[in-house]
């Protein structure tokens, strides 16, 4: 089992930048896809961006591309998600969370593929 924690949420700007941090132990993180998905308040948790095991691939919901980027160091054990130009669209609760499948290319979107959650972070945009 692996509890994946989310940090570096918090108050920002419009147009400002944040950096969020998964870090996990246990299951041998770097074997898996991580993805970020964020649910805003009354809203479902949607899909964010996903890495793939060797971060040979990622993949990001189409709002957010260009603006985010996911990248890992699995020697830490660590996923990151930079997000800049932060707009009213994106504030929300964020969580990390890893694929239930080893060593897959092919990123998932849906939240049943992913099995192991945080228990997120908040990201507050400002206008």
């Known amino acids: 089992q692996v509890q994946p924690v989310e940090s570096g949420g918090g108050l920002v700007q419009a147009g400002g930048s944040l950096s969020l941090s998964c870090a996990a132990s246990g299951r041998t993180f770097s074997n898996y896809a991580v993805a970020w998905f964020r649910q805003a308040p009354g809203k479902e948790r949607e899909f964010v961006a996903a890495i793939s095991w060797n971060a040979d691939y990622t993949y990001y919901k189409h709002s957010v591309k260009g603006r985010f980027t996911v990248s890992r160091d699995n020697a830490k054990n660590t996923v990151y998600l930079q997000m800049n130009s932060l707009n009213p669209e994106d504030p929300a609760v964020y969580y990390c969370a890893l694929d239930s499948r080893m060593k897959t290319a092919a990123l998932a979107t849906s939240l049943s593929a992913y ?11 400002s206008s």
Do not use: A, E
């Not at 099995?115 to 945009?125: A, E, L, N, P, S």
């Open 115 to 125: 099995r192991d959650w945080g228990q997120g972070t908040h990201v507050t945009v």
